[in-house]
């Protein structure tokens, strides 16, 4: 189990500091005074002092409250009128107890109430430091945790956009074939992508879009994907998976690779009367995982990788951007194409696995 944060309960934290400080003062002054052979009345004395300090620093406090939000022009005048004040009062006090119970009837004047005041102020910018470092180190952690989940909210609605690109257009196209199949009378398989589909579109609506998956189960879902895409394209689409095991459990964005198969479909399998071989692979390195697309299309000439960013109005960008979003400069993509045929697409990312939340 672990103990709260000190400053978790800020009134708590003061109550605590305040109480603790001038019990401090209380004993130091009175250890002070036995060690100099005072009178007990010294005691009366110190804890009229304590007393006296504990409420001033009570009313500072709630002054200092107001002039902390202020500019800081009217927070640094406030501040040293409102010590310049307490001191005084606070001073008048000591001096007036002192005549009372150390030396009866003796009335400090001069260079004596002086240095009561000078003490006292001494005391009271101390305090006065004190209470403006603790305050001012809370706001700063106060605005640190409120950018950081601006932060944090700003990147996941970017994550979220870039992941909601992805689906519109392959949606668009298995209707369309869907269509086709119905104008063709051909209900069977027409059903049958339509269930694909709805497993399809209920996988992606169950996970959140700044989700992560695992590795197996982006493979099986880009098999569902490759399931309804087949049967457009039937023995002319051959998809090949290879994914070790110990990178099965790794963790990435959900739906990142879908823009790869896409594609991969568009600008290999479509062009070709014999389609084309699509090979997936997944491998762990160490601390890292690879992630490789590869298939066995015409090949690129120096227009393919445009034409295949446009392919469903984000493609490589989409990926790029969703992999900066998620891991900054901590990844690598990369992208190679050979005039004699075939593209292929590197990713490798920090190897990352779902742990368990610590009991609380």
């Keep these: 189990m672990r103990g709260r944060p000190f400053f978790e309960d ?46 001033i620093t009570l009313l500072m406090a709630a002054a200092f409250r107001r002039l902390i939000r202020m500019r800081e022009i009217f927070t640094w005048a406030g501040s040293i009128l409102i010590v310049v004040v ?83 257009h392959f949606l668009f196209n298995t209707l369309n074939s869907i269509s086709t199949l119905v104008l063709l009378k051909q209900t069977d398989r027409a059903n049958a992508m339509l269930s694909r589909l709805s497993s399809f579109l209920r996988y992606t609506l169950v996970n959140e879009s700044i989700a992560r998956v695992t590795v197996a189960q982006e493979i099986e879902t880009l098999k569902l994907y490759l399931e309804i895409e087949k049967m457009r394209f039937e023995e002319r689409l051959r998809p090949h998976f290879q994914v070790d095991p110990d990178a ?6 959900s739906l990142l690779l879908q823009p790869l198969i896409e594609n991969a479909i568009k600008y290999a399998v479509t062009p070709q009367e014999e389609g084309a071989d699509i090979a997936i692979q997944a491998r762990r390195q160490g601390d890292r995982v690879a992630i490789t697309v590869v298939d066995t299309g015409p090949g690129a000439d120096a227009a393919y990788q445009t034409r295949a960013e446009q392919s469903t109005g984000v493609g490589l960008a989409n990926i790029r951007d969703r992999l900066a979003q998620a891991y900054g400069d901590n990844h690598r993509f990369e992208t190679q194409s050979d005039i004699t045929g075939g593209f292929r697409v590197f990713i490798e990312i920090p190897y990352q696995i779902e742990t368990a939340e610590e009991p609380k």
């Design 10 to 55: 800020k009134n708590r934290a003061f109550w605590t500091l305040q109480t603790v400080g001038w019990s401090g003062y209380f004993v130091l002054r009175t250890l002070t005074g036995l060690a100099n052979a005072m009178e007990w009345s010294y005691m009366l004395h110190t804890l009229l002092l304590t007393a006296t300090g504990y409420s």
């Design 86 to 168: 307490a001191a005084a009062a606070f001073s008048a006090i000591e001096t007036w107890s002192y005549a009372t119970f150390i030396q009866p009837g003796s009335r400090p004047e001069g260079v004596r109430f002086l240095g009561a005041i000078i003490l006292t102020v001494t005391l009271l910018i101390a305090w006065s430091a004190l209470y403006y470092s603790i305050n001012f180190y809370l706001l700063l952690e106060e605005q640190t945790d409120r950018l950081l989940r601006l932060e944090s909210t700003a990147s996941n609605a970017q994550l979220a956009m870039l992941r909601y690109q992805l689906n519109p």
């Design 248 to 253: 099965e459990g790794a963790l990435l964005p």
